[in-house]
């Protein structure tokens, strides 16, 4: 079974400076996904960027990016240029290639503060 | 532009009582889901329907019904209503296969109270 772990329950960053949350996962397949969903105070789950575990380029979607390290099973997301908006609980992911959203394992989050 | 549409968004219960959680999308999505939130844990599924007229079981399927009505709505209920199944909920949908190119859609969520 995969498991998935976010070991930083809440953080905290100054608008404008850049945050780093980390993520890491446990399993034995070689073809998976990685997502970081965003939970605002309004409680909808917004998928914030993806990443397929073959490709080894690291994924980028405007001001947030991840650093994917296979080796280490390490997928953290780096938010650039904070944002008050960016206050919010991060899910890490975990999807087993091939699979549906049955497989879909999350971590239990980080709360993040973007403080003015 | 509704994507995943969850009705009601809270409701409070008494021990015992009965209740379904309506979930319908509008995005053509083959696949929908159930998930619980509880504090500290994350989301957990419940069950799934990976297509029209199937439903399996996920991680934590006791005490809770699934009916997947047509390709657009699928339902959660609670026959018998206890204070364990107190959470927040969530719909949520993709295409058939996942992956990440169809992640889930997910719905704005039912916070259940049970007393």
């Known amino acids: 079974a995969q498991t998935v772990t976010q070991s930083q329950p809440e953080m905290s960053v100054q608008e404008a400076e850049t945050v780093t949350l980390s993520c890491t996962y446990d399993t034995s397949e070689n073809n998976y996904y990685l997502f970081w969903y965003k939970q605002p105070p309004s409680r909808q789950m917004i998928l914030v960027i993806r990443?397929?575990?073959?490709?080894?380029q690291n994924a980028t979607e405007n001001r947030f990016s991840v650093n994917f390290q296979k080796a280490a099973k390490s997928f953290s997301l780096k938010i650039s240029d904070s944002q008050l908006g960016d206050t919010a609980m991060y899910f890490c992911a975990f999807m087993k290639g091939g699979s549906s959203g049955d497989k879909l394992t999350f971590g239990t989050g980080t709360r993040l503060a973007v403080r003015p | 532009n509704a994507g995943v549409t969850q009705t009601p968004k809270f409701q409070v219960l008494k021990t015992g009582q009965s209740m379904t959680l309506q979930c319908a999308q509008d995005?053509?999505?083959?696949?929908m889901y159930w998930y619980r939130q509880d504090p500290g844990m994350g989301l957990r599924l419940i069950y799934y329907s990976a297509s029209e007229g199937t439903t399996d079981k996920g991680e934590v399927p006791n005490g809770y019904n699934v009916s997947r009505l047509n390709k657009r709505e699928f339902s959660l209920r609670l026959e018998s209503a206890a204070p364990s199944q107190t959470s927040v909920y969530f719909c949520?949908?993709?295409?058939?296969?996942?992956?990440?190119?169809?992640?889930?859609?997910f719905g704005n969520g039912t916070r259940l109270t049970v007393t």
């Open positions: 990443q397929e575990a073959y490709k080894q």
């Open positions: 949520a949908s993709s295409e058939i296969g996942g992956g990440a190119n169809s992640p889930l859609h």
């Open positions: 995005m053509n999505h083959n696949s």
